[in-house]
């Protein structure tokens, strides 16, 4: 299995752009998480799906920032219009129910905006 | 709701030093405990984890957590550390009912070679 997949891997962009970060959980996980992590604030919780659909989306920050899953292998999160402070590591993991909630992180894609 | 808290933010050892972490977690119902490891700049990756059975558990590399009930917690140990576990260590809980994980604020654990 390849894990979780996370693309870009890197993405630097101005401030005012839209930024799209996209995750490919491992075949067969049914939960998906998206996580941020900055130095600041640690490892927070955005958002996270199950069988495709949002169940609980109370630590995304604002309304600039939005996730779908559009089905069972691809989810993607988008920030528009993107500011400096959204700089970050974002993860995605992925997880099925009778592994007794163990999660398995993807690589993460470190977003930069100047 | 709950909580993960983890004693230490920092921890500085020497090498061959023994390491434990502290992990305490507010939640009164049964739960599966886990601890993460993050190696600078990498992904989270499991260390070890605990579901049932004997409340002594070991991991990969040498650690090793125990769970005590009564204390709400789950402690996680190495009887002697290397400079390759340089790395953030965070525990997590995850009640049987749901599928999301509570993290720690994490620890960052140097070791001086």
């Known amino acids: 299995d390849a894990g979780v997949i996370q693309s870009p891997r890197h993405e630097v962009t101005e401030m005012g752009q839209e930024v799209t970060l996209r995750c490919k959980p491992i075949s067969g996980h049914d939960y998906l998480f998206w996580y941020r992590q900055t130095m600041m604030r640690g490892l927070e919780l955005l958002i996270y799906f199950n069988n495709n659909v949002p169940i609980d989306d109370s630590g995304m920050p604002e309304d600039r920032f939005s996730a779908k899953m559009p089905n069972a292998s691809f989810s993607t999160l988008k920030i528009q219009p993107s500011e400096p402070r959204d700089s970050a590591v974002y993860f995605c993991?992925?997880?099925?129910?009778?592994?007794?909630?163990?999660?398995?992180f993807g690589p993460g894609t470190r977003l930069t905006v100047t | 709701a709950q909580s993960v808290s983890q004693h230490n933010h920092h921890v500085i050892l020497s090498e061959a030093a023994s390491l434990e972490l502290g992990c305490n977690y507010s939640y009164g119902g049964t739960v599966n405990l886990f601890w993460y490891v993050q190696y600078p700049g990498q992904h989270l990756q499991l260390l070890l984890k605990?579901?049932?059975?004997?409340?002594l558990v070991k991991g990969i590399k040498g650690f090793e957590a125990e769970f005590i009930k009564s204390k709400f917690s789950f402690n996680l140990r190495k009887p002697s550390v290397q400079w390759s576990d340089t790395a953030e260590y965070f525990c997590?809980?995850?009640?049987?009912?749901?599928?999301?994980?509570?993290f720690g604020a994490g620890t960052i654990l140097r070791v001086k070679s």
């Open positions: 605990y579901f049932s059975g004997d409340p």
């Open positions: 997590a809980v995850n009640a049987i009912s749901g599928n999301k994980l509570v």
């Open positions: 993991a992925s997880s099925s129910p009778d592994r007794g909630g163990e999660q398995y």
